[in-house]
């Protein structure tokens, strides 16, 4: 088999396999979450109880507004609408979604 062929070949499975893992919304949104969760759990410190449970269930209606990905077949993007501006927080590719900037800022990851 011609080397050309086999690159090609190779190419064709990775992009497959791109585009059957690439990450859906809920994905994104539990990604988003996860990294705010975090930063309130790090703030309540061990005595948080209650307050960091009402908290999180305020995280968690809140991302489900805000939180929408953009899919490109082969990956797609995390972004964060608020008051009009849209920001790219976050990548998803083969089956995970990556955060990056504020948000890791935020975690402290």
Do not use: C
């Not at 309130?40 to 991302?63: C, D, N, S, Y």
């Amino acid at each position: 088999m011609n080397k050309k062929y086999v690159i090609v070949f190779i190419a064709a499975i990775i992009l497959l396999v791109a585009a059957l893992t690439n990450p859906g919304l809920t994905q994104h949104k539990d990604a988003v979450k996860g990294k705010i969760i975090s930063y309130i759990k790090k703030r309540a410190g061990a005595g948080g109880g209650f307050g960091a449970l009402l908290a999180e269930a305020m995280v968690q209606q809140t991302v489900n507004g805000i939180v929408t990905n953009d899919n490109y077949l082969f990956f797609s993007l995390t972004k964060i609408n608020w008051e009009g501006d849209s920001r790219i927080v976050g990548l998803g590719l083969f089956g995970n979604v990556f955060t990056f900037g504020k948000i890791n800022d935020l975690a402290g990851a």
